[in-house]
């Protein structure tokens, strides 16, 4: 059977997810969004609102969330995921071309993406739905929860563990052996240097805890 690609999601996230897919020389039927009607990108169509995945044989196709990781969207991101997993629908991982992946990395859930220039180096492991984006890098040994984003051109130097819905935002750095607790916020810019509790934001250099996070 012929798999084909369809993108959930129609906005600046869902381009780079079609840059990611077109790059490594895949081909994409389409794309689902609400609001966002047209091409998306390289004729790319508009199939229509996510209930046009309901006439979609779920074993035709694997999905690619396209929808972004910041503010409410990150919760919004975790849940379509989850809500098109229980009808049956399978996630792709999602690598761009000009990305380094290490051969010796370990285990990756479905729906992995690898944006442009990132690097993931040997024995990391990831959770579903995990977002690398551009130019982000991983070092060896990390272990990265179900649902987290790791934003442009942040850092986890070796060994961090990351529990699920973390956002480590752009540009933040977090030192090597940390461990962050689920739903925690590192804010961009910021250098992690000692362990966070779940729930928390973090900002500055070296990172403080702000505030809690309600759940």
Known sequence: MNIELVIVGGGGHALSIADALLSAGLSVRGYTDPRNQGQLAAGIP?????????????????????????????????????????????????????????????????????????????????????????????????????????????ILCGDVELGEEVHIGAGATVIQGVSIGSGAVIAAGAVVTENVEPLTLVAGVPGKVKRKIES
């Open 46 to 154: 508009w199939l229509g609102d996510d209930s046009e995945l309901a006439f979609i044989d779920m074993h035709s196709v694997r999905l690619c969330n396209g929808i972004g990781s910041v503010g409410n969207d990150q919760h919004l991101r975790r849940s379509i995921y989850e809500q098109l997993k229980l009808k049956g629908f399978s996630f792709t991982q999602a690598v761009h071309a000009s990305a380094s992946v290490s051969p010796l990395a370990g285990e990756f859930g479905q729906g992995l993406q690898v944006l442009a220039k990132a690097c993931v180096n040997a024995a990391t492991e990831c959770g579903e739905n995990v977002l690398i984006n551009t130019g982000a890098i991983v070092e060896h040994g990390c272990r990265i929860g179900s649902h987290c984003h790791i934003a442009s051109g942040a």
